[in-house]
């Protein structure tokens, strides 16, 4: 059985980091593009970062790029998201997905692209 078991979510104040993890088991194979994705009340589910396989390559949308950075550690078969410089506007559920398909929408945050997706973990930025 699949799981993404996403932490680190909390409360801060405008300007703090923070830093998410989710931990996937019952996935052995690592060779995938895995990404964070958030979703605030009322809104569509958007991409914030992407990651390649070997980790040496990340995708970010202008609106987190330069404060967000996604990393990961295929021996632990975990990805993370350091989040700085945080804004009330990053308030939001946060999710990690993983098993991105191949040919999907480039880049890699089309939603529906990936296979696995974590029970989220929230985030709350306050000013």
Known sequence: ?????????GSVQAGGSLRLS??????????????WFRQAPGKEREGVAAIHPTGRTAYYPDSVKGRFTISRDNAKNTVYLQM????????AMYYC?????????WPPFGSSDYK?????TQVTVSS
């Open 1 to 9: 059985q699949v799981q993404l078991v996403e932490s680190g979510g």
């Open 22 to 35: 989710c931990a996937v088991s019952g996935v052995t194979d690592t060779s995938d593009y895995r990404g």
């Open 97 to 105: 997905a993983a098993g991105w398909t191949s040919g999907g929408t």
């Open 116 to 120: 696995y997706w974590g029970q989220g």
């Open 84 to 91: 700085n410089d945080l804004e009330p506007g990053d308030t």
